[in-house]
């Protein structure tokens, strides 16, 4: 099965100042992600698996490393998406993003081990979504525990799905929660 690719997106943000408190260097988030024909299509289909083996690394090749190219960084923390159109349902981007041949190729890119966090659904035209990121060597530290929503104004049409990979440079701007089981016990009052 060919990949059918209408269009890619590229986007990358730099935060300077957070609260009003200039950063000691810029938070950079990058986003590639790429328009596809649902190769599902809009009926049921029982064995998702065999198409989203022969797309999920050339998906990834396409976004993965592009990705990484556009942060112009070190990866620190990274996640994945997929929204699909209205004609298709939420496992048609399940299968394409949950799946190793994809996760790796982007994974191998970033320098990362953790699985990719990631988000997936059904929207109409021009609706945005949730991605959340993780560090990409230890899923528990919990300063880039992070979000980052994003949109593609003309997508996804009815018979498509967006795909995405999104890496961030840090993590969240002047996080300062406790480690991951360094915060002290709450007491419960018992009656």
Known sequence: MELQVRKIVRH???????????????????????????PFGAGYIADLVSIADELGEPIGRLLGPECVRLLDDDVEAFGKVALVGLGGEVEHGSALIHNLR???????????????PAAE????????IDVPLKHKTDAKTRSHHQTVT??????????????????????????????????????VAVK
């Open 12 to 38: 990358v943000e730099e935060l300077f100042v957070e609260n009003g408190r200039p950063l000691a260097s810029p938070h950079r988030v990058a986003i590639a992600a790429a328009v596809i024909a649902n």
């Open 102 to 116: 994809f996760g790796n190729v982007f994974r191998e890119a970033a320098g990362g081990t953790e699985l990719l």
């Open 150 to 187: 994003f949109r593609i104004e003309d997508a996804p049409r009815a018979d498509e799905i967006i795909v995405g990979c999104v890496a961030a440079n840090s993590g969240r701007p002047l996080a300062r929660l406790a480690v991951f089981g360094a915060e002290a016990p709450v007491e």
């Open 121 to 128: 659904k059904v929207g109409a035209f021009g609706s945005s």
